[in-house]
């Protein structure tokens, strides 16, 4: 006998209530039990018509970054909203053609869909440049610009920043930044791991009541910690306000490492003046441009980069990258209202200049985003094929 799909009572096949759904006849004890189904079919169409106009996304995207590499729920929520889906030998299948309308993939719990879950709250997105002559950094060189504009102004007493050794080329050294000249010498990405929290405890204990911290997100969640965590340092960190500047960030590698592979090419990092990641591949100046893809780096990048799921350091007041924004530019999402009161503020008294970024660009931060929130899933599946990692 027949069991009624949304209240469970057992119904009889003659029933006049009837519904049918991916090829299936179901049978209902009444009208209001009928409606309520046939609401939730609606439910499916109107989600699908919703994401009609947006990214074409097929069941193969959900297959890639969910099914194989292991990390399917089973709850069947692709199945249950799609009607050429099914589950069968324990995972979710194509029964019949996809129209890459997008429903499996954004009802799974394991994908990442919301803006929010890509990078974090933000209050407004920008992209901008230094207007300071002086300064030469990465891309629009606006985070120098934003800690030249707060030491300035005598908003921060002093920031934390890594430069590059006098006697390492490109090996990093924190310094507590208490001139204009020490924020200058920051300019510039260096793709190694520096070790900031000890400057930033130096600089506390040195007087500073305000500080600038610069870093990626892995530091700036360190800063977090430790001036929220109910067993840190919370008698020293409640002395002074930090505006965190966060930097994004895809990989870092170990310094020695980096420094064979490039010598390997014939490029002595003492010759190197620019190094940059961008679409896939490594770029370093040296006289001309050399271009390397990335991936040839895997050996030499860090453990804790295969771990990490923060592209755009989330918990920063600004963030900076130069994702999205066009060469000379600098994408920059401001978080909290302090980071975009100051950020506006800059502008204003000359130190950068601020346009909005476009959709377009907005898109390609979340993309590169969300590379890096399933990096985990593909780990997972090079543990599981037996291939380490």
Known sequence: MPVDPICNQNVDEKTPFKSVYKNKEYHFCSDACKKKYDELDKSVIRVRRSLKDKEKISFGKLRREVIDPGICTLCGACAASCEVLSVVNGKPALTGKCTACGVCYNQCPRTITTEKALIGTVRDVFTAKSLVPEVKGQDGGVVTSMLLYAFEEGLIDSAVVTVKSDDEPWKPIPIVAQSREDILRSAGSIYVHSLTMESLMSAIKQGSRSIGFVGPSCNIDAVDKMTKSPYGLLHMFMRANILKLGLFCMDTFNYDGLKSYLEGKGIPLS??????????????????????????????????????????????????????????????????????????????????????LGREGLDKVLNQAKAKKVQMYMIKKRIKDGKGL
């Open 271 to 356: 010759t190197v003046s620019e190094m940059k990641i961008k679409k896939g591949m490594f770029r370093v100046g040296a006289g001309s441009e050399h271009e390397f893809p990335l991936g040839e780096l895997d050996a030499y990048r860090n453990g804790s980069c295969t771990v990490c799921t923060d592209l755009t350091a989330e918990k920063s007041d600004l963030s900076f990258g130069g994702v999205g924004s066009k060469d000379g530019y600098t994408t920059v999402l401001a978080r909290t209202g302090l980071g975009l009161e100051l950020f506006n503020d800059a502008e204003d008294r000359g130190y950068v200049r601020i346009e909005e």
